[in-house]
C-alpha cells in the first residue's frame, strides 16, 4: 500500500507520455522549442503544428517574477518574525500566513482580477516610466493589462506562505550557541543576523524558493485569470501577455479536437517533469540544510 | 533544611524598553508624518503610493540617523533591518486584508437562505441574485471531500505508518516519493486522470471521476501531516505493548493508532482544506450539472470551485456576483475546516 | 567534535580530599586585587535572578578584583551560571527573563538604560561551554570576527591575529593554516580559538562558563594555562564544577548553593582558605566531597 505513491507518480509520467506520444512524434523538437500552436480540425487533412515554446519560456518568465518579488519579502517576514517581531505580534503573524496559505488559487485568481490589476497596472507605469529603459521593463505599446508581471505579483503572493514557513523553520534553527557566541561579542542584532543566520540559513532559503518555484509553475486558475495567453515568446513583463503551460491546456482544453487534446496532454507531461525536478530539488536541498547544520 | 526565601526585591527587566524611551520614535514618526503630507502637498509626486513610499523613507531615515547619532553605525545599521523586515511583515498582511475584506463586500449581498436551499436549475445568471443558490454545488463539493477521503485516507495513513513504525528497507525512498508528490500540480492530476480513464474506457465525468485527481493531491499532505503526529506517540506506549508479547501489527493497531487518533483527523481535515478549493483538475473530470446530483457514479456534478469558474468565466455582472458569493461560502468552509484542525493539533499538544 | 554535553565527564576530582585541594591552591602564587592598572574590576550588588515566577538565584553581592581569578563554583543547579550570564547582560536573552540588582562595572551600573548593552559585551567578554567558532568563517575570520560584528575599525590585523592568538596559546599550532575552516579543529583548539576570538576586541573582563567541560584532561591543562597567562591582563571569572581546577587556577572561590530554593552565595574568600579553613559548614561538606 505503501507504494502507492510510485505507483500513482509512475502512472502519471506514464499515461501521459503515452497519450501525448502522438504528439511528440509528429513534432519532434518543435514540440519544446517551437512558439507557434496552430490546430486543424482533424480529418481536415492539414498540418497540426503544436509548439510549446512560448509557454515553457512565459512559464519561467511569470515564475522569475514571482521569486523576485516574494522571496525578498518572504525572508524578510522569516527574519521579522524569528527576531524582530514581540512574542503577541508575532503569533497574530503567524497566522496570517498559514491563512494565506488556506485561500484557494480561484480566490486569488478572481482578487488578483477584481483588486490587484487595476493597482498593478498602475505600478506597472510607473515602474515603465523610471526605469523603462530597461529592456524587461519597456513596452512597445500602452498595454498594461493582463501581463506576466500582474501573473507575477499574484504568484509572489501565493508563494509567500510556503516560501515564508521554509526560511523561518531553518533560520529559527540556527545553533543557539553561535547566536550567543555572536551576541557576547558585542554583536547588534542584525550584525549577528548577517554573520550567523544568513550564513547558516542561505541554502535553505533557496531549497524554500525552489518549494515556490515548484508551486509557481504548476499554478493554474489564479495565473488564467490575469494573464493574456498568446503564443508568441514575450520577456517584456509589463506588457500584456505571456505564456503559461498549465493556463494553456485549460483554456484549449474545451475545444480541442482529438490530435489537439493529445498535444495538451503532452505539454501536461512536460509541466509534470518540469514541477518534479524543481521539487526534488528544492528537497534535496532543504533536507541536507537541515541535516548537515551548515 | 529549606528555608523559603522571599526576595526583599521585585524582579525588574531593565533590559525592555520603558515608554520613556519611545518618545523618540514616537517623536520621528509624528515628524516623518508631516514631512510626508507637506512632501506630497508641495511636490508632484502624488497618491497612496507616494503617501506610502516617503512615510517609509522618511520615518526609516530619521530613525537611521537618530541611532547613529546617539550609538553610532551598528546600531543605525540594526534599526533600518529592524524597519525593513517589519516592513515586509506588513507588506505581507496588507494582500491578506484586502482579500478578506473584499470577499465580505462583495460576496454577502448575494448571501441568503436561498443560498443554500435553491439550485441553478432553473435561473440563469441574468436573474436577480435573491433566485437562485449554491445547494447543487455545495452537495457536490460535499460528495467529492467524503469520496477522495474515503481513497486517500487508506493510502496515507499505511503510507505514514510504513514510514513511522516499519522503517522498512524502502523507507527513504518512499519519503522521497511523497514529497514529490506534493508537487504535481493539480492541473497535471487532472489531466492524468482524464488520460488514464476518461479518455481509455467509455466512463464520463462524475462525482466518483472527479474526486480520483483530489485523492492524489490529498495523499501528501494527509501523509506527512500523520506521519509528524505518529512520531509524537511515545515510545514507551509501543514498547509496552511488544513486551506484552503483540505483534508489532497489533500493537500499531491497538495502541500507536488509537493514541495518535486526534492527530490523524487534524491529517484528515488538512487534507481536506488542501483539496476543498481545487479548481483545476475538475475542469478535466466533473463534467457538470445545474441541480443536486445524489448519485456519485453517474451524470455530471458541480463544485464550489467549479461553480466559481463558471460565474468568472461567463464574465456577467450576474456570474461573477454568483462567483463572489459561492467563494464567501467555500472561503467560510476552508476557514472552518483549519480552525477545527487547529484546535484539535492544539489539544495533542497540551496533552 | 564529540558532542559530549556531559558535565561530569573529567570530574573525578570532585571527591578528592580536601587537604589535596587545598595544597594545590596553597602551591600557585596568590594575587590581590587592586595592584594592577586595570580599572576597578567588577562588582555585583544584590543580584537576584528569575525565569518567569521561579527565583533561581537570590541576593548575591560580589567583588571581582581588577587583575584577578574569581572561580563559582557549587553543584549543577545553584545559579553559578545564571549568574555568571547576568555580568554580561546574557540572562535577558530567556524570554522569561528577570533580574534585580546592580553590576558595576569600573562603578558604572551595565543595567542602565542609558548604556548601550553591545558595548558592555564588548568590554565583558565571555567564552562558553561548548566551544561555538563560526562554522562559516576561517581560523583567522573567527579570531577577527569581533571586529567586524561590532564594526571596529582597526589598522594591523595581522599583529592583532598573532597577538590574540599566542595569548590564547595557539599561535604555535595554526600559524599555517590561518585560512582554514575552524571546523578542522579539535574541541579543545576550537575552544582556545573563542579565548582568542573574545581577545581581539580587547575585553577588560573574561567571563568563562565551564569553558573545560566538554574537553579532554589534556586540552584542560592547555586551557587552564591561558588562563593563568591572561590573567596578568585582565579580570577573569570562570564557573566550573571541577574543584581541582578552581584550585590550580582561581585567586578567591565563591560558592554557590540552592538548598531547593534559589540558589545563594554562601561563602567567598582567598582559595586556599576556602579550600583548607572554610566558615560554612556547607562549603566544607561540598569541598571535601560529601555531596556534589
Known amino acids: 500500500m505503501s507504494m502507492s505513491s510510485l505507483v500513482i507518480l509512475t502512472l502519471i509520467g506514464l499515461f501521459l507520455s503515452l497519450r501525448g506520444y502522438q504528439a511528440f512524434k509528429s513534432q519532434g523538437f518543435h514540440f519544446i522549442t517551437g512558439v507557434d500552436w496552430v490546430a486543424a480540425q482533424d480529418g481536415s487533412g492539414e498540418k497540426n503544428v503544436f509548439g510549446l515554446g512560448a509557454m515553457i519560456i512565459g512559464t519561467l518568465v511569470i515564475s522569475a517574477t514571482a521569486l523576485v518579488v516574494g522571496v525578498p519579502l518572504s525572508v524578510l517576514t522569516a527574519l521579522f518574525l524569528t527576531f524582530y517581531a514581540p512574542e503577541r505580534f508575532k503569533k497574530f503573524l503567524i497566522s496570517v500566513v498559514d491563512l494565506m496559505a488556506s485561500f484557494p488559487s480561484i480566490l486569488y485568481g478572481l482578487w488578483g482580477f477584481f483588486v490587484l490589476m487595476p493597482m498593478a497596472e498602475y505600478w506597472a507605469k510607473l515602474i515603465h516610466k523610471y526605469l523603462g529603459w530597461i529592456p524587461i521593463f519597456d513596452v512597445p505599446q500602452p498595454a498594461y493589462t493582463r501581463s506576466p508581471f500582474i501573473a507575477g505579483i499574484v504568484l509572489a503572493i501565493m508563494i509567500i506562505p510556503i516560501v515564508t514557513s521554509v526560511s523561518r523553520e531553518i533560520f529559527a534553527q540556527t545553533p543557539l550557541d553561535r547566536i550567543q557566541a555572536a551576541y557576547a561579542l558585542g554583536a547588534t542584532r542584525w550584525a549577528m543576523i548577517k554573520a550567523v543566520v544568513l550564513p547558516f540559513g542561505a541554502s535553505g532559503v533557496v531549497g524554500g524558493a525552489m518549494l515556490g518555484l515548484g508551486r509557481a509553475l504548476g499554478e493554474t486558475v489564479a495565473v488564467y485569470s490575469v494573464l493574456n495567453i498568446v503564443f508568441k515568446v514575450n520577456f517584456q513583463v509589463l506588457y500584456g501577455f505571456g505564456g503559461n503551460i498549465a493556463s494553456m491546456i485549460v483554456q484549449k482544453w474545451g475545444e480541442a479536437s482529438l490530435s489537439e487534446g493529445k498535444a495538451l496532454l503532452a505539454a501536461g507531461f512536460v509541466l509534470f517533469i518540469m514541477t518534479l525536478l524543481v521539487n526534488m530539488g528544492a528537497n534535496y536541498i532543504v533536507r541536507r540544510t537541515v541535516k548537515t547544520g551548515r | 533544611m529549606t528555608t523559603t526565601y522571599v526576595p526583599t526585591v521585585s524582579p525588574t527587566r531593565p533590559w525592555k524598553k520603558t515608554p520613556a524611551q519611545l518618545i523618540p520614535t514616537v517623536v520621528i514618526l509624528i515628524l516623518a508624518l508631516l514631512l510626508d503630507v507637506s512632501v506630497v502637498a508641495v511636490t508632484p509626486m502624488k497618491g497612496k503610493l507616494a503617501y506610502a513610499l516617503l512615510f517609509f523613507l522618511f520615518s526609516v531615515g530619521m530613525q537611521f540617523i537618530y541611532a547613529w547619532v546617539k550609538r553610532g553605525r551598528p546600531a543605525a545599521m540594526d534599526s533600518l533591518a529592524g524597519a525593513v523586515t517589519m516592513t515586509g511583515g506588513m507588506i505581507v498582511f496588507l494582500p491578506v486584508l484586502s482579500i478578506l475584506v473584499t470577499v465580505l463586500v462583495k460576496g454577502l449581498p448575494g448571501l441568503g437562505l436561498h443560498t443554500f436551499t435553491q439550485t441553478m436549475e432553473k435561473t440563469s445568471y441574468s436573474d436577480p441574485l435573491s433566485s437562485g443558490g449554491l445547494l447543487h454545488a455545495i452537495v457536490g463539493t460535499l460528495y467529492l471531500i467524503v469520496i477522495a477521503t474515503a481513497i486517500a485516507l487508506p493510502l496515507s495513513i499505511l503510507t505514514a505508518l510504513y514510514l513511522t513504525e516499519i522503517k522498512g528497507r524502502a523507507a527513504g525512498f518512499i519519503q522521497f516519493l511523497v514529497q514529490a508528490m506534493s508537487g504535481v500540480p493539480s492541473v497535471v492530476a487532472g489531466v492524468f486522470i482524464y488520460a488514464a480513464i476518461l479518455l481509455t474506457t467509455n466512463l464520463r465525468g462524475s462525482t466518483f471521476i472527479g474526486a480520483l485527481p483530489l485523492a492524489i493531491l490529498m495523499i501528501p499532505t494527509v501523509t506527512r501531516t500523520a506521519q509528524e503526529v505518529l512520531l509524537l506517540v511515545p515510545a514507551e506506549l509501543r514498547e509496552a505493548g511488544l513486551a506484552l508479547g503483540a505483534t508489532q501489527w497489533r500493537t500499531v493497531a491497538t495502541i500507536v493508532v488509537p493514541a495518535a487518533r486526534s492527530g490523524l483527523i487534524t491529517a484528515v481535515i488538512l487534507g481536506v482544506a488542501r483539496i476543498a478549493g481545487e479548481t483545476a483538475p475538475l475542469l478535466f473530470t466533473l463534467g457538470t450539472t445545474d441541480k443536486v446530483n445524489l448519485n456519485p457514479f453517474t451524470g455530471g456534478q458541480n463544485a464550489l470551485p467549479y461553480y466559481i469558474w463558471s460565474g468568472l468565466r461567463d464574465g456577467t455582472e450576474g456570474g461573477v456576483a454568483r462567483a463572489w458569493t459561492a467563494i464567501l461560502v467555500l472561503l467560510i468552509l476552508v476557514l472552518s475546516l483549519f480552525t477545527t484542525a487547529r484546535i484539535f493539533g492544539n489539544r495533542k499538544a497540551k496533552r | ?292
Request: glycine content about 10%.
Open chain 3, 1 to 292: 567534535m564529540s558532542n559530549e554535553h556531559d558535565q561530569d565527564g573529567e570530574d573525578m576530582s570532585v571527591t578528592a580530599p580536601a587537604s589535596a585541594l587545598s595544597s594545590v591552591a596553597a602551591n600557585r602564587a596568590h594575587r590581590e586585587p587592586g595592584n594592577m592598572p586595570l580599572g576597578s574590576g567588577l562588582e555585583a550588588r544584590g543580584i537576584h535572578a528569575w525565569f518567569g515566577k521561579h527565583l533561581a538565584l537570590a541576593d548575591v553581592s560580589l567583588d571581582f578584583g581588577a587583575g584577578t581569578v574569581t572561580a563559582l563554583i557549587g553543584p549543577s543547579g545553584c545559579g553559578k551560571s545564571t549568574f555568571i550570564r547576568t555580568l554580561n547582560r546574557m540572562h535577558e536573552f530567556i524570554p522569561s527573563a528577570a533580574m534585580a540588582g546592580e553590576v558595576l562595572l569600573d562603578g558604572k551600573d551595565i543595567y542602565d538604560p542609558q548604556i548601550d548593552v553591545t558595548k558592555v559585551r564588548l568590554e565583558i567578554g565571555m567564552v562558553f561551554q561548548k566551544p561555538n567558532p563560526f562554522p562559516s568563517m576561517t581560523i583567522g575570520e573567527n579570531v577577527l570576527s569581533g571586529l567586524k560584528l561590532a564594526q571596529i575599525k582597526r589598522d594591523n590585523k595581522e599583529q592583532l591575529l598573532e597577538e590574540c592568538l599566542t595569548r590564547a596559546g595557539l599561535w604555535n599550532e595554526v600559524k599555517d593554516r590561518l585560512d582554514a575552516h575552524a571546523g578542522g579543529l579539535s574541541g579543545g583548539q576550537q575552544q582556545r580559538l573563542c579565548i582568542a576570538r573574545s581577545l581581539a576586541v580587547n575585553p577588560k573582563v573574561l567571563l568563562m562558563d565551564e569553558p573545560c567541560s566538554a574537553l579532554d584532561p589534556g586540552s584542560t591543562l592547555r586551557i587552564e594555562d591561558t588562563i593563568s597567562q591572561l590573567a596578568r591582563t585582565m579580570t577573569i571569572i570562570i564557573v566550573t564544577h571541577n574543584m581541582q581546577q578552581a584550585a590550580r587556577v582561581s585567586d578567591y572561590t565563591a560558592f554557590f548553593l540552592s538548598d531547593g530554593g534559589p540558589g545563594q552565595m554562601i561563602e567567598v574568600g582567598p582559595t586556599n582558605e576556602i579550600f583548607s579553613r572554610p566558615k560554612d559548614q556547607r562549603t566544607e561538606n561540598y569541598v571535601s566531597g560529601r555531596f556534589g
